[in-house]
């Protein structure tokens, strides 16, 4: 079967769910000037979130590490006319988070929780789906079903039919299926308490992918 026998059409799948899971994302930052010292003041923060996470009536392991990493810290000086660099320290960055199902009273408790705490990391909250592999398959699955039936309109228009399916492509790209309607650099137990408020209700998840299928046609 050779291409002039074939149709190839892109389909879009755009799905809206419904929030059902919280997750809070928080990221610590620290300079020091030597690597030992960063490391062991980085594990310290760590330990303090985790304490405040167990607070709120989470388990220690419940805070997960989305990403950490050390970089050097450099600053430029002039030494005789000539521009130079010295190294000032190392800096981390960790970026950790914990998810639960979506209750506002819950969510209150940890960041209470957070605001107790000396640290001030930056602090973002999402709201997400417990099931992103179902509200993918849904996505997909809408995806094709939109690449179908222009594949129909357009094969009855030119008085063919379609027949077997050759080729199905797709994004790789990840949906997040997640709002952020807030996030802060500090966290105070004012800010706390209105980000936990009732009146506090996050849109719609809007999610959108894209298919190309390839028909063989008769």
């Known amino acids: 079967m050779n291409?002039?026998?074939?149709?190839?059409?892109?389909?879009?799948?755009?799905i809206r769910l419904k929030p059902d899971t919280v997750r809070v994302t928080m990221t610590l930052e620290g300079m020091e000037p030597d690597y030992a010292a960063t490391l062991k003041r980085s594990a310290s923060d760590t330990e303090r979130l985790r304490s405040a996470v167990q607070k709120a009536g989470f388990s220690r392991e419940d805070l997960k590490t989305l990403n950490f990493h050390v970089q050097t810290e450099y600053e430029g000086y002039q030494e005789d006319g000539v521009y130079r660099q010295r190294l000032v320290g190392y800096r981390f960055r960790?970026?950790?988070?914990?998810?639960?199902?979506?209750?506002?009273?819950?969510?209150?408790?940890?960041?209470?929780?957070?605001?107790?705490?000396?640290?001030?990391?930056e602090i973002r909250i999402a709201y997400t789906v417990k099931d992103r592999e179902a509200a993918k398959n849904q996505l997909l699955g809408a995806a094709v079903?939109?690449?179908?039936?222009?594949?129909?309109?357009?094969?009855?228009?030119?008085g063919v039919r379609l027949s077997g399916i050759r080729h199905i492509n797709y994004s790789i790209d990840e949906n997040e299926f997640a709002v952020h309607p807030v996030m802060y650099s500090g966290l105070s137990r004012k800010t706390a308490a209105?980000?936990?408020?009732?009146e506090i209700v996050p849109e719609e998840i809007t999610a959108e992918d894209s298919v190309t299928v390839v028909w063989e046609i008769e």
């Open 94 to 121: 960790h970026e950790l988070s914990i998810g639960f199902p979506w209750d506002n009273d819950r969510l209150g408790e940890v960041l209470s929780a957070l605001s107790d705490n000396a640290l001030t990391p």
């Open 145 to 158: 079903a939109d690449a179908k039936a222009k594949a129909e309109v357009l094969t009855k228009a030119a």
């Open 194 to 198: 209105d980000c936990a408020a009732p």
């Open 3 to 14: 291409d002039s026998k074939t149709i190839r059409v892109s389909g879009k799948g755009m």
